[in-house]
């Protein structure tokens, strides 16, 4: 049964840093699929933020944490990261990784497995 269980989150004050982690068992194929970090803020949708393939060189990242934010795997662990850094109270949001459906970024990603999320809330 594959699991996935995010951490890291927390509270931070504008301009502070967090990284995020996700743990991934039972998912021998970590190696092989492509992850996701996404977040969904109060009242709003889901939103994808950072996507990266199985050997790290192709990583795509929304607009609006470009230059901010950067996605990481360690295979051999099957563990995903997101370093974050320079936050702004939009990105305070509940914080998922997850595994799309198919290989490869599409523009509305749809996911097989997700965890229970690490809540970010960024203010002062």
């Known amino acids: 049964q594959v699991q996935l269980a995010e951490s890291g989150g927390g509270w931070v004050q504008p301009g502070g840093s967090l990284t995020l982690r996700c743990a991934t068992s039972?998912?021998?194929?970590?190696?092989?699929?492509?992850m996701y970090w996404i977040r969904q803020a109060p009242g709003k949708g889901l939103e994808w933020v950072s996507v990266?393939?199985?050997?790290?060189?192709?990583?795509h990242y929304a607009d609006s944490v470009q230059g901010r934010f950067t996605i990481s795997r360690d295979n051999a662990k099957n563990t995903l990261y997101l370093q974050m850094k320079t936050l702004k109270p939009e990105d305070s949001a509940l914080y998922f990784c997850?595994?799309?459906?198919?290989?490869?970024?599409?523009?509305?990603?749809?996911?097989?497995?997700w965890g229970q999320g690490t809540q970010v809330t960024v203010s002062s």
């Open positions: 039972g998912f021998s194929a970590f190696g092989s699929r492509w």
């Open positions: 990266i393939n199985p050997d790290g060189e192709i990583i």
């Open positions: 997850a595994v799309p459906k198919k290989n490869g970024h599409a523009t509305r990603p749809e996911y097989d497995y």
